[in-house]
Nanobody
Framework: QVQLVESGGGLVQAGGSLRLSCAAS????????MAWFRQAPGKEREFVAA????????IYADSVKGRFTISRDNAGNTVYLRLNSLKPEDTAVYYC????????????????WGQGTQVTVSS
């Protein structure tokens, strides 16, 4: 029903920035929640950020608050994650996720997932 494709990952130096993109296709209702998660080697998948498809107050993990920003291209079907002031501990595969309205957007039980894009931050 919904397909998600991430892009924009790469290798950057500490302190640098990236913008990840999540291109969405299919039927997305106004109540959908869009989110970003990440998973580093040997670690659990970790919540990063989430927002409603149409807007509202975004939610961020404490580890990225003030550095990362989730947004959407209102003229299209792309969700972005801007990563600023990157640290080596931000190195992970970043995944885009989508689901209907959630009271706990930080949970990992999203219905739709992208394939992931690698972000590597060198020291």
């Amino acid at each position: 029903q919904v397909q998600l494709v991430e892009s924009g990952g790469g290798l950057v130096q500490a302190g640098g920035s990236l913008r990840l993109s999540c291109a969405a296709s299919g039927r997305i209702s106004s109540s959908y929640v869009m989110a970003w998660f990440r998973q580093a080697p040997g670690k659990e998948r970790e919540f990063v950020a989430a927002r409603n498809w149409w807007g509202g107050s975004p939610i961020y993990a404490d580890s990225v608050k003030g550095r990362f920003t989730i947004s959407r291209d209102n003229a299209g079907n792309t969700v972005y994650l801007r990563l600023n002031s990157l640290k080596p501990e931000d190195t992970a595969v970043y995944y885009c996720a989508a689901d209907s309205s959630k009271s706990t957007p930080f949970a990992t039980d999203y219905k739709y997932w992208g394939q992931g894009t690698q972000v590597t931050v060198s020291s």
